[in-house]
């Protein structure tokens, strides 16, 4: 959707921007235009062999300002790259065949539908498998490599409540009443949802009609896992009767394909896994926790038989949550990914709990913020390992770790950084004043830093709250950095990658010391010697938005702050947001009416008379996760009290996709930086 007003503001942003931006002769940094030019590698996908990799290259189009994905191919051995082809529709989640020689993947067909498609390498040719009336979700081939399994959502008739009349022909009435009685009705990124539920189906590879395998009121969707003779698939899923008010009871299931039996293999204690069956049939390996009931817990790795006895966990000493099993040929160790303080990493665990590092550094797909996160997979018959390299300096490209040896196979951005000067960023260490804690920081300096200068400072926060930074590319902070401040953002209590201790140091706590980590990373930054202790600046989305609300009702150091998505007021926050059978559950451990003051103890709201500081609230106005009536009641509650302030809305724009389209990061971007602009001190 486009924004009548976009173009105004960013020139209105820019202009108010220019006395920050590079003059002539000046390192040039990241500009807002570049945004289009931007492109990042996502679901590296090795074959068996190791010889080639299928990846998602996803760009973005100045015409349509969406994002355009297409599946490229590497060839290992010398790094050239090809396109997959099949024409301008977008392109994902490519799936090799076991023996490499075909590739399954989801693409639009000539009506604009995501459907399942399969392509033969020897001849470059592409067929369609089947007619689908939904778009295909999970993907996994068959070791024959005469099937596909894939889930996908199978429609159920609109709840009814009364009878509605008859009208008249060629009468143009209002719309049908809308029934909602499904517990999940609604999700962000994808509003409110058809009535149904995600099924597993398998297709012949060569094409014809889809046969479903489960049925019932249950979603059953996720990583799925052939066992090696083919005759049954195991996966995931929350079958109990109150799955949709028990969100964390998934247990692994074995389904046989001929009878379409069901076997439960683990109990649901606790959420489990994108199981993975071992070469020889024998064991599963798959990743979840025991649900304790606290905000936070580690993902382990567990080993069990077959038949689900003879449970055990491989990672219990580790303190980190871990992700992504995948077996290695000979079935005597098991690859996993885990971040640890801020970094993705890929190991080996073998079987009796010994982790060997293999590769680290993994770049997330979120260009805009430096999370981690990221992708890889391995090549079963060579031990290689395709994975999402990232970096400071850059999105995500593709590597390769063959033999304890990283290669990095692209360099997607070479052109568009080539006469570019990027913000540097670098640790930078702190001590929280609340218990001496050590806190994990980084500072970012402009493209043309001078050690002599003081600069203006901007605190940037990270949502979640259990999730985590690190050192990685991120388009919006760069463009700050390139306005002439220095960037600061932080890993504060309640962040992942550090330890369940760590994490939930906010259990039903949240928001509450981590204010004084991040204060006290402000002063780490100060103390470098070249930040203006009066120019200071804050932002944050999501859980950002959150502590930045909550900030400014606690300290007036800041000159000017910018709450995007934030969440004001938890009792409304819980029963409004599209995860609300888990939030006030996990994050509270009691419901608004049960103890309406512990949830307004936490609420930013509960400050807003202290307020003084001059305050923008940005949020998305399809935003599922924060929606708009907690962003507008922070303004409204701020003009109440005269306190400057203005709202931007987002037009089309979802919680996680506030920062999908190139025009949209921009004009927010320049939005921030006018404001800050106004308060900024010369």
Not at 302 to 328: E, K, Q, Y
Not at 558 to 566: C, D, G, L, S, V
Request: glycine share 10%.
């Amino acid at each position: 959707m486009t924004r009548p007003t976009t173009a105004v503001l960013l020139a209105l942003c820019l202009a108010c921007a220019a006395p920050a931006l590079a003059a002539e002769g000046q390192a040039e940094g990241l500009a807002p235009r570049d945004l289009f030019a931007l492109q990042y590698a996502a679901d590296p996908e090795i074959s068996a062999n190791g010889r080639e990799i299928a990846y998602v290259r996803v760009g973005y189009d100045v015409m349509t300002d969406k994002a355009r994905r297409s599946i490229w191919l590497i060839d290992t051995a010398n790094g050239e790259q090809s396109p997959l082809g099949g024409g301008p529709a977008s392109q994902s989640n490519p799936r090799w065949s076991p023996v490499g020689d075909r590739l399954a993947f989801v693409s639009a067909d000539e009506n604009g539908r995501a459907q399942l498609w399969v392509r033969w390498l020897a001849s470059r040719a592409s067929a369609k498998v089947a007619d689908l009336p939904s778009a295909p979700g999970d993907i996994a081939w068959s070791p024959d490599g005469r099937t596909i399994a894939f889930s996908m959502l199978v429609e159920a008739p609109p709840a009814k409540l009364g009878a509605p009349i008859a009208k008249p022909e060629g009468a143009k009435w209002a719309e049908p009443l809308k029934i909602i009685d499904q517990v999940h009705y609604r999700e962000d990124g994808e509003g409110y949802l058809r009535p149904g539920n995600r099924q597993l189906f398998t297709v012949a590879a060569d094409g014809g009609a889809p046969l479903q395998l489960t049925s019932g009121a249950f979603d059953a969707a996720g990583a799925m896992s052939w066992t090696p003779d083919g005759r049954s698939l195991v996966f995931a899923a929350n079958r109990e009767k109150n799955w949709e008010l028990d969100p964390l009871a998934a247990r692994i299931w074995s389904l046989d394909i001929a009878s379409r039996q069901l076997t439960p293999l683990t109990n649901p204690r606790g959420p489990a896994a994108e199981p993975v069956v071992s070469p020889d049939g024998r064991q599963i390996a798959w990743v979840g926790f025991d649900d304790r009931g606290r905000g936070y817990e580690n993902a382990q790795l567990w080993l069990m038989n077959r038949d689900g006895s003879g449970l055990r966990s491989l990672t219990a000493s580790l303190d980190r949550s871990v992700s992504r099993p995948r077996w290695a040929a000979d079935g005597k160790s098991i690859f996993i990914a885990y971040g640890d303080r801020g970094v993705t990493k890929i190991a080996r665990v073998s079987l009796s709990g010994h982790i060997d590092p293999v590769a680290a550094g993994l770049g997330g797909s979120e260009p805009d913020r430096p999370y981690n996160g990221g992708g890889y997979t391995l090549a079963a018959g060579s031990g290689a390992v395709a994975f999402t390299l990232g970096g400071a300096a850059h999105p995500s490209d593709v590597g390769l770790a063959r033999a304890g040896a990283i290669r990095r196979l692209t360099n997607l951005n070479a052109g568009l950084f080539a006469d570019k000067t990027l913000a540097k960023v670098e640790p930078l260490a702190a001590t929280s004043s609340f218990d001496k804690r050590d806190i994990d920081a980084w500072i970012m300096t402009p493209p043309a830093f001078d050690q002599a200068t003081k600069y203006p400072l901007i605190l940037e926060i990270h949502g979640g709250p259990f999730a985590a930074y690190g050192p990685n590319f991120a388009s919006e902070l760069q463009l700050y950095a390139a306005a002439g401040y220095v960037v600061v953002y932080a890993n504060p209590r309640g962040s992942t990658s550090y330890g369940e201790g760590f994490a939930n140091l906010i259990d039903k706590n949240y928001p509450s010391q981590d204010y004084d980590d991040l204060m006290s990373v402000v002063d780490a930054a100060i103390a470098k010697g070249f930040v203006d202790p009066n120019n200071l600046f804050v932002t944050g989305g999501s859980g950002g938005g959150l502590l930045t609300a909550w900030i400014v009702g606690k300290t007036d150091r800041f000159r000017a702050a910018a709450a995007q998505k934030p969440v004001i007021d938890w009792t409304s926050e819980v029963l409004t947001v599209d995860l609300y059978a888990f939030m006030a559950r996990y994050w509270f451990g009691k419901m608004p009416w049960q103890d309406p003051d512990f949830y307004w103890r936490r609420s930013p709201l509960s400050l807003v008379g202290n307020v003084t500081t001059p305050t923008l609230v940005m949020v998305g106005e399809e935003d599922h996760r924060t929606p708009p009536s907690e962003a507008e009641q922070f303004f409204q509650a701020l003009k109440l009290r005269s306190v400057p302030t203005v709202l931007v809305r987002v037009p089309g724009a979802s919680h996680e996709g506030l920062a999908d389209r190139p025009s949209q990061e921009a004009a927010e971007a320049a939005a921030i930086l006018a404001w800050f602009g106004r308060y900024r001190r010369s």
